[in-house]
C-alpha cells in the first residue's frame, strides 16, 4: 500500500487544497474522500433523483479542481466552500428547471407535517451535523418550511410568497427570524457558528 | 422595485444568504454590497449560519462511479503539469536534498579556504562551526522526519475473509489521535449496502464509520477511540450503517 497515500490522509483541508492548487490529483482524491458523500447527500436533497445528483456533484468537484486557487480560509472551511460550490450549481440548475419542480413542490409544501424535525431524522455520523440537527430541530415547522423551500429547493422568495399564500413581508420575516433561531442555538451554547 | 439603501439591505439579507432574491434583486444587493464593503463581514456571518442547511439532508452514499468519472477528468487535466509541478512531499524531500548538497558543496569550499590562506583560519572555524550547526539542524530534521513517518506508519494489518480473498487492509495509527482504516482490493458490495467499521470493547460493538469500497484505495477515519486491547471489525450492512452488526465480519483485527 502506497505510504504516500497515506501521508496525504494527515495533511489538513487546507493543506490539500493548496495541492489541488498545484494540480495535485491524489490531494484532490484525499478532498474527494472526505467530502464526496455530504456534497452528494447535499446535491441529492436538491436535485431529488440519482442522475441529476451525480450531475451536479460531479461538475461542482470539478469546479473545485479547477478553482481551488478561488478558495479563502478567511470565508470559511473548505468543507463549507465545497458544499456552497454544490449549493450555487444546483440553485442554478433548479432554477433552469424551475417549471418542472413547480408542482411537486406544491404538493410538498403544502403536506402538514407532524415535527418540524421530520425531515431530519436520521442517523447523523458526527458531531457537527449532530449541533445544526439540533439547531434546525429548535426552529416551528413554518420557519424551516421556508428555509428548506429556498435554499434547497431554489425558490426566490417572491415564489415561495405565491407558493404557500403569505404575504412577501411573512415570508422575509420567517427567514429572519429561522437563520436568528440557528445562530442563537450556538450562541447560547458559548459556540461560535460553524464554518 | 425600490432604491437600495440601508433599509432595503437589512430586508433583503436573509433572503440573499439563502440565494432566494429575484435575478434583479440580487444584482442590485450587490452593487449597494460593492460600495458598502464595511457591511461584508456581517454578511458573512449571516451566510455560515444559512450553509449549516448545507448539513442537513440524509446521508447518501456517493456511487463509487461518481468518484471514478471525476477522478478520470482530474488525473487527464493533472497528466501535462505532472512534470512542472511537484508535490509538497516531493518539494520536503527535494529542499532536504538540496539542502545536503549545499552544506557539502560548503564543507568543500572549507578546505578550500583553510589550504589557500591560514590567516582566514579564525573565520573558517567559525564558518566549520556554522556548517556543523547547520548540518545538525538538518540531521535533525531529518530524524524528525523519520520519526515521524515512523508514527504515521505504524499499523495492523485486518484479517478475514475479504483479506483472505486478497484485499489488504490495515488500521493506520496517526499521530496518536488519528486512526484510519486504509484498504486496497477490496470487494464491491452491492447497491443498498455499505461497509460499516466497528469498534468492539470487550463484547460491545460501538458503530465507528461508514464508507464505500471505491477506486484503487479505500480510506475510512475510525470515529470511535480506540485502547489496546479493543478489536476493529467491518461488516456488510444495510445503507445508513446499523445500531449493532447484522453480518458477520468480513474483516478484522485486534488492537
Redesign the interface.
Same mark, same amino acid.
Given at each position: 500500500?502506497? &505510504? +504516500?497515500? =497515506? *501521508?496525504y #490522509?494527515?495533511l489538513a483541508d487546507e &493543506?490539500l487544497i493548496?495541492?489541488v492548487e498545484?494540480?495535485? !490529483?491524489?490531494? @484532490?482524491?484525499?478532498l /474527494? &474522500?472526505r467530502h464526496? +458523500?455530504?456534497? @452528494? %447527500?447535499?446535491a /441529492? +436533497?436538491m436535485m431529488g433523483e =440519482?442522475q441529476a %445528483?451525480?450531475d451536479l456533484? *460531479?461538475d461542482a @468537484? #470539478?469546479k473545485v479542481?479547477?478553482n481551488a486557487g478561488s478558495y479563502r480560509a478567511e =470565508?470559511?472551511s473548505v468543507r463549507?466552500w465545497i458544499? %456552497?460550490i454544490?449549493?450555487?450549481r444546483g440553485?442554478d440548475q433548479l432554477r433552469s428547471h424551475a417549471s418542472r419542480r413547480r408542482t411537486q413542490d406544491k404538493i410538498e409544501a403544502t403536506a402538514p407535517r407532524s415535527q418540524p424535525s421530520e425531515? @431530519?431524522a436520521?442517523?447523523?455520523?458526527?458531531s *457537527? +451535523?449532530e449541533h445544526?440537527?439540533e439547531?434546525?430541530n429548535t426552529l416551528p415547522s413554518d420557519q424551516l418550511k421556508i428555509?428548506?423551500l !429556498? /435554499?434547497?429547493s431554489? /425558490?426566490?422568495?417572491?415564489e415561495?410568497s405565491e407558493l404557500l399564500s403569505l404575504p412577501l413581508g411573512t415570508v422575509?420575516g420567517r427567514?429572519?427570524l429561522g437563520?436568528k433561531k440557528?445562530?442563537n442555538f450556538f450562541e447560547s451554547r458559548g459556540a461560535a457558528?460553524? =464554518? | 422595485m425600490s432604491e437600495m439603501n440601508n433599509e432595503r439591505f437589512e430586508d433583503l439579507k436573509d433572503a440573499y444568504v439563502l440565494d432566494a432574491l429575484p435575478e434583479e434583486e440580487r444584482r442590485s444587493f450587490e452593487e449597494y454590497l460593492a460600495g458598502h464593503p464595511e457591511r461584508q463581514a456581517e454578511l458573512d456571518e449571516l451566510a455560515a449560519v444559512a450553509g449549516l442547511l448545507a448539513f442537513a439532508p440524509h446521508e447518501q452514499e456517493a456511487p463509487p462511479e461518481l468518484r471514478r468519472k471525476v477522478m478520470e477528468v482530474v488525473e487527464a487535466e493533472a497528466a501535462p503539469r505532472r512534470g512542472r509541478r511537484e508535490s509538497v512531499f516531493a518539494r520536503f524531500l527535494g529542499y532536504i536534498g538540496t539542502r545536503s548538497l549545499a552544506f557539502g558543496a560548503a564543507a568543500l569550499l572549507l578546505i578550500g579556504l583553510l589550504s589557500w590562506n591560514l590567516l582566514l583560519q579564525g573565520l573558517v572555524e567559525n564558518l566549520q562551526g556554522e556548517v556543523r550547526n547547520a548540518q545538525g539542524q538538518v540531521n535533525d530534521l531529518q530524524a524528525q522526519v523519520r520519526d515521524e513517518q515512523d508514527q504515521q506508519t505504524q499499523t495492523i494489518a485486518l484479517g478475514g475473509t475479504w483479506a483472505d480473498q486478497g484485499a489488504d487492509a490495515e488500521v493506520a495509527s496517526i499521530n496518536e489521535d488519528r486512526i484510519i482504516l486504509v484498504a486496497d482490493g477490496l470487494p464491491s458490495v452491492p447497491e443498498g449496502q455499505t461497509c460499516q467499521i466497528w469498534v468492539i470493547k470487550g463484547d460491545v460493538p460501538e458503530p465507528s464509520g461508514l464508507f464505500h469500497p471505491g477506486g484503487d484505495e479505500t480510506a475510512a477515519p475510525i470515529t470511535t477511540p480506540v485502547k489496546k486491547g479493543d478489536t476493529i471489525a467491518v461488516t456488510v450492512e444495510p445503507a445508513g450503517g446499523s445500531e449493532q452488526p447484522t453480518s458477520d465480519p468480513v474483516l478484522s483485527a485486534e488492537l
Amino acid at each position: 500500500m502506497a &505510504d +504516500r497515500g =497515506r *501521508q496525504y #490522509l494527515i495533511l489538513a483541508d487546507e &493543506d490539500l487544497i493548496s495541492l489541488v492548487e498545484a494540480s495535485d !490529483a491524489e490531494a @484532490f482524491a484525499t478532498l /474527494y &474522500d472526505r467530502h464526496g +458523500r455530504a456534497a @452528494f %447527500s447535499l446535491a /441529492y +436533497r436538491m436535485m431529488g433523483e =440519482r442522475q441529476a %445528483s451525480e450531475d451536479l456533484a *460531479q461538475d461542482a @468537484f #470539478l469546479k473545485v479542481w479547477r478553482n481551488a486557487g478561488s478558495y479563502r480560509a478567511e =470565508r470559511g472551511s473548505v468543507r463549507t466552500w465545497i458544499l %456552497s460550490i454544490v449549493h450555487n450549481r444546483g440553485i442554478d440548475q433548479l432554477r433552469s428547471h424551475a417549471s418542472r419542480r413547480r408542482t411537486q413542490d406544491k404538493i410538498e409544501a403544502t403536506a402538514p407535517r407532524s415535527q418540524p424535525s421530520e425531515a @431530519f431524522a436520521e442517523t447523523w455520523c458526527n458531531s *457537527q +451535523r449532530e449541533h445544526v440537527r439540533e439547531a434546525l430541530n429548535t426552529l416551528p415547522s413554518d420557519q424551516l418550511k421556508i428555509l428548506e423551500l !429556498a /435554499y434547497f429547493s431554489g /425558490y426566490t422568495h417572491v415564489e415561495i410568497s405565491e407558493l404557500l399564500s403569505l404575504p412577501l413581508g411573512t415570508v422575509k420575516g420567517r427567514m429572519r427570524l429561522g437563520l436568528k433561531k440557528i445562530r442563537n442555538f450556538f450562541e447560547s451554547r458559548g459556540a461560535a457558528v460553524p =464554518r | 422595485m425600490s432604491e437600495m439603501n440601508n433599509e432595503r439591505f437589512e430586508d433583503l439579507k436573509d433572503a440573499y444568504v439563502l440565494d432566494a432574491l429575484p435575478e434583479e434583486e440580487r444584482r442590485s444587493f450587490e452593487e449597494y454590497l460593492a460600495g458598502h464593503p464595511e457591511r461584508q463581514a456581517e454578511l458573512d456571518e449571516l451566510a455560515a449560519v444559512a450553509g449549516l442547511l448545507a448539513f442537513a439532508p440524509h446521508e447518501q452514499e456517493a456511487p463509487p462511479e461518481l468518484r471514478r468519472k471525476v477522478m478520470e477528468v482530474v488525473e487527464a487535466e493533472a497528466a501535462p503539469r505532472r512534470g512542472r509541478r511537484e508535490s509538497v512531499f516531493a518539494r520536503f524531500l527535494g529542499y532536504i536534498g538540496t539542502r545536503s548538497l549545499a552544506f557539502g558543496a560548503a564543507a568543500l569550499l572549507l578546505i578550500g579556504l583553510l589550504s589557500w590562506n591560514l590567516l582566514l583560519q579564525g573565520l573558517v572555524e567559525n564558518l566549520q562551526g556554522e556548517v556543523r550547526n547547520a548540518q545538525g539542524q538538518v540531521n535533525d530534521l531529518q530524524a524528525q522526519v523519520r520519526d515521524e513517518q515512523d508514527q504515521q506508519t505504524q499499523t495492523i494489518a485486518l484479517g478475514g475473509t475479504w483479506a483472505d480473498q486478497g484485499a489488504d487492509a490495515e488500521v493506520a495509527s496517526i499521530n496518536e489521535d488519528r486512526i484510519i482504516l486504509v484498504a486496497d482490493g477490496l470487494p464491491s458490495v452491492p447497491e443498498g449496502q455499505t461497509c460499516q467499521i466497528w469498534v468492539i470493547k470487550g463484547d460491545v460493538p460501538e458503530p465507528s464509520g461508514l464508507f464505500h469500497p471505491g477506486g484503487d484505495e479505500t480510506a475510512a477515519p475510525i470515529t470511535t477511540p480506540v485502547k489496546k486491547g479493543d478489536t476493529i471489525a467491518v461488516t456488510v450492512e444495510p445503507a445508513g450503517g446499523s445500531e449493532q452488526p447484522t453480518s458477520d465480519p468480513v474483516l478484522s483485527a485486534e488492537l
